[in-house]
């Protein structure tokens, strides 16, 4: 008798994949019965991700169809009409609180579904990193003699993947859309360049309950998104450096594929949708390496910062002019508190967990820096990333803002040039 053909599946993900499929593997005399395989999968594939690791056309049409699911209505002349007066109000209001220019060229009232398109792009630029080195780390979870024969099938499982991503981000974009007061709320410059955007129908939400009136409302909110747009405009570095960081999280990401293959083997395989809710439930999920920890460190502290900013802008703007203010206030970091929209989007999407008790951190600094140096000394920390505070320094915002005239007194033309350390984003 022959000897039988070691398997080249035995002891991967793989191995518990062809089992539940019922294909028999090359150690008992046949090849995986990829076409078994292909029929059983096929209705996870819905379409292609024409090479991507996430199938957007997939994500955009979930998203849009969770949020026609929710309600959506299209905006009218009025909603128009009263978010562009509350932006000009608000930029009024933020000129003597603020160095930083007014960057609101215009000003749209977005419905949900709006929302979801217009923002597509720069989600495309946060979420497929960390997508590609999923799949990455997935490839290299299989051996080398097993390549050959797992060809077709590792090519249906990254578009499988992209799929699975895309139905992820889609659900969670449209959650989202129905959360979201404005293009900037979750501290990220979504929106176009220049375009102070709210949410009418959000913001109503928002102060449902209050026993505020509209308009209030309306010109807190706008004070808060003008706040951000004038932030992204005026610090140049600002917007690809989040990009980057998130960038920076997803080259470091790691799969356990023995955390697969267990889910695998609890799985029945033939049934598509018990494959779908594993793979949703996280039997993709990367482990944390050291490099991804620090970037998540990063990503936390600079979005901190820029909320911290911003609330300390509309604090001061809204001090002696807005009694509701400070209601408001609060019912924003209620929702922070509660694990807000970016938290939880963040975490859908790109695995990456943020803890909103540092905004509350971030705003006690910047009021700091700004009674120790005033609002010109507060806004020129920002003209360059090594002047950034850093985790420690949320810790001490009293003696960070006593030492930042002399950091700030450093040369900001030599660090520009390079002479100085300068990692692109906060100090750890």
Known sequence: MSEEPDNPFKGTPFEALFQQFGGNLPGGGQSPDLNAIFAQ????????????????????????????????????????????????????????????????????????AEWVENTLPVWQQVVDPVAEHVAGAMAGALPAEAQQLAGPMAGMLRQLGGSIFGAQVGQGLGELAGEVVSVSDIGLPLGPDGQAVLLPDNAAKFAAGLG????????????????????????PWLRQRLIATVAEYAAGIQVDTSKIEQAMSDVDMSNPEAMQSALAEGMFEPELSEQQKAALTRLETLLALVEGWVDDVVREATRDRMPAATQLAETVRRRR?????????????VGLDLRP????????????VRDSRGVEGRDELWSHPDLMPGTDDLDDPIGFARDAGELVDFDISELEKGDGPDDGGPKE
């Open 41 to 112: 999968v096929q209705q996870l594939l819905s379409g292609s991700a024409d090479g991507r690791p996430v199938n957007w056309d997939l994500a955009k049409d979930i998203a849009r169809k969770t949020v026609s699911a929710a309600g959506d209505r299209s905006m009218t002349h009025t909603d128009q009409q009263q978010v562009a007066e509350a932006v000009r109000l608000a930029d009024h209001w933020l000129d003597p609180v603020t160095t930083l220019p007014e960057a609101s060229a215009t000003s749209a009232a977005w419905s949900r």
């Open 337 to 349: 508190a509660a694990g807000g929209p970016a938290e939880q989007t963040f975490a859908t999407l």
């Open 357 to 368: 008790r540092r905004l509350r951190d971030a705003a006690n600094l910047w009021a700091a």
């Open 212 to 235: 505020i009136a509209d308009d209030d409302v309306r010109l807190y909110l706008a004070l808060r998104e003008c706040a951000h747009q004038r932030l992204f405009a005026g610090v």
